[in-house]
């Protein structure tokens, strides 16, 4: 069993912009010697956790000589993750100054987009993850905005990080059609999750977005139909790679205060029967427990 903890260091109380990543003391969430009883404790009760990884941008510490934010700070008294503009893509859509190498994956415009092809990026991003694995206590990770960057740079941080447990955040609509509803064929969707985990490799997961909204789709509308794909099989990633596939109804993003995606609270119980008596590793979020 898995336990999913959100991201340790934020800015301005915004969870998914990082900034000083060893100062795990800045958290609103509490200390780090409060962090790692935590996780003692999880441990105790048999349950492994897993940290949530938002590499794919950062917040800058203070703006440079143009005033542009760019400049780093990681949180020691050293130089660690203490990075300038060069540590930035160059097409970055920020304005941050960026001179590293061209964005690997998709954009994101809340805070500057990583250089993950930086060798010093590569090993400082290493470094710290095995830092929050061996002195924090963390046993595996879920990779935030995953798309951002290439499934290429994901291996290398697996392999330089060894976690007992992987799952990458893929989140792309599904498809369409004329009348809003979303298309029986979803095939296409599903094998953006699958090919991902193939590029990464080993025992890599990722969130089965593609069964979400068909599960969503098929109660909402009562067209059961839906839950069959054209071969009688489930029409999700469960359908093509059930062992690397990670299920679920919501999470903090579609549900929970954002609510980006909610499914509909009165279809919730029924959402998990499904997860939980098909195959794939069904995740449950803390609220309806």
Same mark, same amino acid.
């Given at each position: 069993m898995f336990g999913?903890?959100?991201?340790?260091?934020?800015?301005?109380?915004?969870?998914?912009?990082?900034?000083?990543?060893?100062?795990?003391?800045?958290?609103?969430?509490g200390t780090q010697d409060e962090l790692k009883t935590l996780i003692k404790e999880f441990h105790r009760n048999g349950i492994q956790c897993v940290a949530d990884i938002v590499i794919n941008h950062r917040t800058a510490e203070r703006q440079d000589s143009d005033g542009r934010w760019n400049i780093f700070e990681g949180g020691t008294p050293d130089d660690r993750l203490d990075w300038?503009?060069?540590?930035?893509?160059?097409?970055?859509?920020?304005?941050?100054? /960026?001179?590293?190498?061209?964005?690997?994956?998709?954009?994101?415009?809340?805070? *500057? =987009? %990583?250089?993950? +092809?930086?060798?010093?990026?590569?090993?400082?991003?290493?470094?710290?993850?095995?830092?929050?694995?061996?002195?924090? /206590?963390?046993?595996?990770?879920?990779?935030?905005?995953?798309?951002?960057?290439? *499934? =290429? %740079?994901?291996? +290398?941080y697996m392999g330089n990080t060894r976690p007992e447990f992987l799952v990458g955040e893929i989140w792309n609509p599904l498809s369409y059609g004329s009348d809003g509803k979303p298309n029986y064929d979803q095939d296409g969707h599903r094998r953006e999750l699958t090919e991902w985990v193939k590029a990464v490799g080993g025992s890599a997961t990722a969130f089965?977005?593609?069964?979400?909204?068909?599960?969503?789709?098929?109660?909402?509308e009562g067209e059961l139909w839906r839950l069959k794909d054209s071969n009688g099989g489930p029409p999700g990633m469960i359908g093509l790679m059930p062992e690397?596939?990670?299920?679920?109804?919501?999470?903090?993003?579609?549900?929970?205060?954002?609510?980006?995606?909610?499914?509909?609270?009165?279809?919730?119980?029924?959402?998990?029967?499904?997860?939980?008596?098909?195959p794939g590793i069904p995740s449950i979020i803390m609220r309806v427990l």
């Open positions: 999913f903890l959100h991201p340790l260091i934020q800015l301005h109380l915004k969870r998914y912009l990082p900034g000083r990543l060893y100062d795990l003391d800045a958290s609103q969430y300038d503009r060069s540590c930035i893509c160059i097409d970055d859509t920020t304005n941050s100054g /960026g001179t590293g190498n061209p964005d690997t994956g998709a954009d994101f415009n809340g805070a *500057p =987009d %990583i250089d993950h +092809l930086n060798t010093r990026v590569q090993r400082e991003l290493s470094d710290w993850m095995n830092w929050i694995k061996t002195e924090i /206590g963390f046993d595996g990770w879920r990779f935030d905005f995953a798309k951002g960057y290439s *499934p =290429d %740079i994901t291996k +290398l089965d977005f593609t069964t979400k909204g068909i599960l969503q789709a098929a109660l909402v690397n596939a990670v299920t679920f109804v919501d999470n903090h993003d579609t549900g929970s205060t954002q609510k980006h995606w909610p499914f509909p609270s009165d279809k919730v119980m029924q959402g998990y029967v499904y997860i939980l008596t098909h």
